[in-house]
């Protein structure tokens, strides 16, 4: 059965350094979304994306945050300067159309920034 | 300001008992709603989604019903066993794509 894949697993960094987390949606979903979980919260929304441009964003979306669409097959989210409370659980989601469709979710990449 | 709400937020049954899981949601204006599974540490898994337009939804020993009017969502499992132990979360998509996600409730189905 198809799945979302995401890359790396883990991921340490130090303070104000860049990270790029990895996914590969399934195949033939067209849209696509990042979430992160902080430990002991609730799972939140940060983006959705669809036709290669940002569709919806939450406040926590800021400008140290951007999506990109390189390939294919990848979607990528980039943290440019990294800071201390960006560390969660950041999982992908794919879903085939958006609004009324089970959305697909990867394993994760935890995120520890030190 | 749309909330989703899960409770309670923990539960302990001895094997065998069924499972009643409660969500509720502030707006009747929702395009759906998703249970999900989570295992400590891991990702989401999707166990059912309900239309807006339905009542209910089963696979397996899972039964999830909605009343959009009360803004409730209800998810039995039949039968528990410790194998269901996890993290049920449920998250509705309001009037727009995203999922908004209630905190869980962590289930400890006892040999």
């Known amino acids: 059965e198809p799945e979302v894949t995401q890359t790396p697993s883990h991921q340490v960094t130090q303070m104000g350094q860049e990270v790029i987390l990895r996914c590969v949606p399934i195949s033939n979903h067209l849209y696509f979304y990042w979430y992160r979980q902080i430990l002991g919260q609730k799972v939140e929304f940060l983006v959705s994306?669809?036709?290669?441009?940002?569709?919806?964003k939450s406040e926590i979306f800021d400008d140290q945050f951007s999506v990109e669409r390189p390939d294919g097959s990848n979607f990528t989210l980039k943290i440019r300067s990294t800071k201390l409370e960006d560390s969660a659980m950041y999982f992908c989601?794919?879903?085939?159309?958006?609004?009324?469709?089970?959305?697909?979710f990867g394993p994760g990449t935890r995120l520890l920034v030190l | 300001k749309q909330e989703v709400t899960q409770i309670p937020a923990a539960l302990s049954v001895p094997e065998g008992e069924n499972l009643v899981l409660n969500c509720s949601f502030t707006?009747?204006?929702?395009?759906?709603l998703q249970w999900f599974r989570q295992d400590p540490g891991k990702g989401l898994t999707s166990l059912l989604l309900i239309q807006s337009s339905q009542r209910e939804q089963t696979s397996g020993r899972l039964n999830a019903s909605l009343d959009k009017s009360s803004g409730r969502s209800t998810l039995y499992i039949a039968a528990s066993q410790p194998g269901d132990s996890a993290t049920y979360l449920c998250a509705v998509t309001f009037n727009d794509y995203k999922l908004s996600f209630g905190a869980g409730t962590t289930v400890t189905v006892r040999a």
């Open positions: 989601a794919s879903s085939v159309i958006g609004g009324g469709e089970t959305q697909y």
């Open positions: 707006d009747s204006a929702i395009y759906n």
């Open positions: 994306f669809y036709n290669n441009e940002i569709s919806e």
